[in-house]
């Protein structure tokens, strides 16, 4: 009777606290949904209740977030739910060619996963009880948050080109100076390799989703075994890095050298889907991307138009693919491998696409650090160590992005120093990050002396 008191005793902050992050991040939806269409856009509930019939724009996505719920399945369970939704999107592909609806921009794909995804919830609440039931609906929560953190990503991005009708590009463009202007080195370097190479890394860098999923299913390969989920593990730094990283868009706005000194190649539209249509002279600044640096002028906030999304500072791509690298370390050769691959290459799209500064990449991976700290320190337990790491970081971030507003132009006058500094800063967080991380995996439970028995006589 005790020891069931206590159990219970410990598990009500638990449920407390799922039901309290529940609550907060279904208003938070529903808030950014309010938003989207104050603004006339669709909100990410719209668009994810939209995909239960609709041709998915993410259909990649779904199954990669059913591959994460699946982590709690037995393997006949997974062989029966992966059936079922190749089934049913076999059967909705029949019935659109059959009716001639199309897909309309969408993936042929996608919505067998869905529908698993919510099957698997109805069957957590009436079939299944106790751990197993909660066991099951953290698998269900896990692949809905991964592709509803995707839809609030796509919808906030919007909301930046809205509410943020001027950008600050000309103070990271000066900035860029004292790291030797990379994007526009990366640029033409990318050019000359011809279409081969462009192809190759914006495949890479479009399916960084599904590197993630890859890596976190190496992470999260005991589940099923241990009945419990890790304490931490690739996508709770995922979602943090989404939550956190579009705040920065609004508070530093940025579009990206290929759209305020090039040709603007690409731009965003309210469907999800990038467009090919040029920018007008009207916003850019000038043509110079990639064969030009912009001339050192005295930097100013510039207008731009209302589909750019303001989603440069910091650069997220350059987040993930550090979190995967960071997470991969743990894996097989082929595991690590593919997660330096992955954060080399994308590191070269940033730049080489115009997409990012260098300045952007700098701010991501320091970011990334120190949300993946915060999360390592939350999962062990919080200690001096853990508090002056994530302080640290957080305070070289912050100098960072002080300097680029305020300091750019300082920056590009004397290169030979504060380029070094930048770099420096940088070097210390990985520095400190990986010391302390490796202290905290050294650390092991004493074991207890055994007292010493009586020697027989």
């Not at 995804?117 to 957590?124: D, Q, W």
């Not at 943020?164 to 994007?183: E, M, N």
């Not at 520095?431 to 490796?438: L, M």
């Not at 050294?442 to 055994?450: G, I, Q």
Request: hydrophobic share 50%.
């Amino acid at each position: 009777m005790r020891r069931r008191s206590a159990s219970a005793a410990w598990r009500r902050p638990q449920v407390l606290l799922w039901a309290a992050a529940g609550a907060v991040t279904l208003g938070f939806l529903v808030a950014l949904e309010i938003t989207a269409r104050h603004y006339g856009l669709p909100g990410p509930l719209t668009t994810q209740v939209k995909e239960v019939i609709f041709p998915p724009k993410s259909g990649f996505l779904l199954y990669g977030s059913m591959a994460l719920m699946m982590v709690v399945l037995t393997r006949r369970e997974r062989f029966i739910a992966l059936g079922v939704a190749l089934g049913i999107d076999a059967v909705l592909l029949l019935l659109r060619w059959a009716t001639g609806t199309g897909l309309h921009g969408g993936h042929p794909f996608g919505n067998g996963a869905l529908w698993v995804i919510l099957g698997c919830a109805v069957i957590a609440v009436t079939r299944r009880t106790g751990h197993e039931r909660v066991l099951l609906l953290k698998g269900v929560g896990l692949a809905l948050l991964l592709v509803a953190g995707r839809k609030t990503g796509d919808t906030w991005l919007l909301i930046t080109a809205k509410a943020r009708p001027t950008v600050l590009d000309p103070y990271l463009a000066v900035a860029d100076h004292a790291l030797g202007d990379p994007s526009w080195l990366a640029g033409r370097m990318l050019k000359a390799t011809g279409p081969v190479g462009a192809h190759f890394l914006d495949l890479v860098y479009g399916q960084l989703a599904v590197a993630a999923v890859v890596v976190s299913l190496y992470g999260l390969r005991n589940v099923a075994a241990e009945r419990r989920f890790p304490r931490h593990h690739l996508v709770r730094t995922f979602l943090v890095i989404g939550l956190l990283g579009p705040g920065i868009y609004m508070i530093f706005p940025v579009v990206g050298p290929v759209f305020a000194y090039g040709t603007g190649v690409e731009h965003w539209q309210p469907d999800g889907l990038w467009t090919h249509t040029p920018a007008t002279a009207q916003w850019m600044v000038g043509d110079f991307w990639p064969h030009t640096p912009p001339p050192l002028t005295d930097p100013q906030p510039i207008p731009f138009d209302e589909l750019t999304p303001r989603n440069c500072m910091p650069s997220l791509h350059t987040a993930w693919a550090t979190a995967i690298f960071i997470h991969s370390r743990k894996g097989p050769a082929l595991l690590r491998h593919g997660g330096t691959f992955w954060l080399l290459a994308t590191l070269t799209a940033t730049l080489g696409f115009g997409w990012h500064y260098g300045t952007d990449l700098v701010a991501g991976v320091v970011f990334t650090l120190t949300i993946e700290a915060g999360l390592r320190a939350q999962a062990r337990g919080w200690d001096r160590t853990a508090t002056h790491l994530v302080g640290y970081g957080t305070a070289v971030f912050t100098a960072l992005l002080l300097s680029y507003r305020y300091l750019s132009m300082e920056m590009a006058l004397h290169a030979w120093l504060y380029g070094p500094l930048v770099l420096l800063a940088m070097g210390s967080v990985i520095y400190a990050y990986v010391r302390i991380t490796r202290s905290w995996e050294r650390e092991v439970t004493p074991v207890p002396e055994r007292e010493p028995q009586p020697e027989p006589v």
